[in-house]
């Protein structure tokens, strides 16, 4: 069974779609409940708006502690704000996360030539090997839509990185987690072919 963690804040319905799409023989399920996710096969943690109000959302619902247990043991696919809450930092509203992986959530630069949030497709380089990019050609194009990019302090964790206005991390691997800053569930092909790689992920 797929766990898709409801916290109040992320893009649920095109997640819960994108696997009952791929996947219509697979239990997949939306919810808040510690019980239900702690008992999953699979989780996913997607996250939409701002990192303050995702972390304070996650306390509110006492999911904190079950989503630092399930990265730790199962595999695990953070979407978006669910890769930067992954980390110790952010620098919107100076906020802690969830410190699993070390390393910050640091702001685009604004610039004349730069539009901020990032929003549309980009090319994702794969840096490094993963049963996740199965069947996905390094440089695919993905979907984002984000003001903040992660920083990781161990560079051997990052496995896609894409480019705006410079180089930036766009996904890493750990252990039993992966996590994506973009949005796979509105990525195509591509993203769906992602998904499918994470039903049939083996540690």
């Known amino acids: 069974m797929i766990a898709i ?36 096969d699979r989780v996913i943690f997607p996250g939409q708006g701002a990192m303050p109000d995702c972390i304070r959302e996650l306390d509110n619902r006492g999911l904190r502690k079950v989503v630092i247990e399930s990265a730790m043991n199962k595999p695990f696919l953070g979407i978006c704000i669910g890769l930067q809450m992954l980390f110790e930092k952010s620098e919107e ?23 901020i949030p990032h929003m549309g497709w980009n090319e994702v380089e794969q840096n490094s090997p993963h049963p996740i990019w199965s069947n996905i050609e390094s440089n695919e194009r993905f979907y984002f839509v984000h003001s903040y990019y992660v920083k990781e302090s161990d560079s051997s ?47």
């Open 157 to 203: 964790i990052k496995t896609g990185s894409a480019n705006y206005g410079n180089t930036f991390t766009a996904a890493v691997a750990y252990k039993n987690i992966f996590a994506v800053q973009f949005h796979p569930e509105k990525s195509a092909e591509s993203g769906l072919q992602l998904l499918k790689n994470f039903i049939s992920w083996t540690l």
């Open 5 to 40: 963690i409801d916290y109040g804040m992320g893009n649920l319905k095109s997640v819960h779609n994108a696997f009952k799409f791929i996947a219509p023989q697979t239990e997949s399920i939306v919810t808040s409940d510690p019980g239900v996710i702690s008992k999953a």
């Open 93 to 115: 509203g100076d906020v802690e996360g969830l410190g699993i992986l070390e390393g910050n959530v640091n702001r685009f630069k604004s610039s004349k030539n730069l539009k």
